[in-house]
């Protein structure tokens, strides 16, 4: 199957071209910062960007969204959403 953008600069704005599953850790960084979450089934998530300052709480996060936000850590402490992918 032919790629039209394969030769296109990738950019955060992009879309995601793979995704990796999430497992909410306190300590743990994510691998890599990706571009978005996808939230499978919804709730409060707590993360932190990429930026690293601080730690902010995203409540009532509804099932199937996806947030535009570049996070560094997802913590298990405060998390009840799950089935969270990491867009890349």
């Keep these: 199957m032919a790629d ?10 992009a879309p995601a071209t793979r995704a990796a599953a999430v497992s909410p850790h ?3 960084a994510l691998a890599d910062i990706p571009k978005a979450l996808y939230v499978g089934t919804g709730g409060t998530i707590v993360m ?14 509804p099932n199937g969204a996806i947030l535009p936000f570049r ?7 405060g998390t009840t959403a799950s089935d969270i992918l990491a867009l890349y």
């Design 4 to 13: 039209q953008f394969a030769n296109s600069a990738d950019a955060v704005s």
């Design 26 to 28: 306190d300590v743990n």
């Design 48 to 61: 932190r960007g990429a930026s690293g300052v601080g730690d902010q709480t995203w409540k009532n996060v």
């Design 71 to 77: 996070a560094a850590y997802v913590r298990a402490t």
